[in-house]
T-cell receptor, first 113, second 110 residues
Framework: EAGVTQFPSHSVIEKGQTVTLRCDPISGHDNLYWYRRVMGKEIKFLLHFVKESKQDESGMPNNRFLAERTGGTYSTLKVQPAELEDSGVYFC???????????FGPGTRLTVT | EDQVTQSPEALRLQEGESSSLNCSYTVSGLRGLFWYRQDPGKGPEFLFTLYSAGEEKEKERLKATLTKKESFLHITAPKPEDSATYLCAVHNQAGTALIFGKGTTLSVSS
């Protein structure tokens, strides 16, 4: 069975540009999560979807970040406009039930110059 | 405030030299404590879930234990391929997210 996939693996953009990250969860997993790791810090939660609904977006840094999950399948995370402090590795994870272990994708490394 | 603290930050071992990694946590109502392994350039790979004090889980050379305030990841006779960053995480109060520690980077030399 395929694991969580993320695209692109690496993105380099200039400050002020827009970037869209994509995540495909494990098939059948209703719960999808976005996390971010900034250099030198721990992995931090951004938001949680159950199917297509946002359950918790308390970790989203500001309104420059927009997450969607169309039809309860894949999810996108758009950053517009990007700032230097948005650089980091963005991870997506999925789980079958909310309290289950979460399976992570390989991450997207975002560099804003 | 929910918090996870891991120690040490880095650990260097000789092949075969057993040791333990520590994860202390503060959370209201533990809903699960998770151990992950992360290799450079990859996402965290799930290892164990522990739910209640006294619980133990084993996988190859790794054994995870849980008390009311901390968890230990014991590594018995490690090999170079065990070198990685080991992450500890707990569910937040709402059960909607994982709260991670900064991790322990383990290096095992032959």
């Amino acid at each position: 069975e395929a694991g969580v996939t993320q695209f692109p693996s690496h993105s380099v953009i200039e400050k002020g540009q827009t970037v869209t990250l994509r995540c495909d969860p494990i098939s059948g997993h209703d719960n999808l999560y976005w996390y971010r790791r900034v250099m030198g810090k721990e992995i931090k939660f951004l938001l949680h979807f159950v199917k297509e609904s946002k359950q918790d977006e308390s970790g989203m840094p500001n309104n420059r970040f927009l997450a969607e999950r169309t039809g309860g399948t894949y999810s996108t995370l758009k950053v517009q406009p990007a700032e230097l402090e948005d650089s980091g590795v963005y991870f997506c994870a999925s789980s079958q039930n909310r309290v289950d272990e979460q399976y992570f994708g390989p991450g997207t490394r975002l560099t804003v110059t | 405030e929910d918090q996870v603290t891991q120690s040490p930050e880095a650990l260097r071992l000789q092949e075969g030299e057993s040791s333990s990694l520590n994860c202390s946590y503060t959370v209201s109502g533990l809903r699960g404590l998770f151990w992950y392994r992360q290799d450079p350039g990859k996402g965290p790979e799930f290892l164990f879930t522990l739910y209640s004090a006294g619980e133990e889980k084993e996988k190859e050379r790794l054994k995870a234990t849980l008390t009311k305030k901390e968890s230990f990841l014991h590594i018995t006779a490690p090999k170079p391929e065990d070198s990685a960053t080991y992450l500890c995480a707990v569910h937040n109060q709402a059960g909607t997210a994982l709260i991670f520690g900064k991790g322990t980077t383990l290096s095992v030399s032959s």
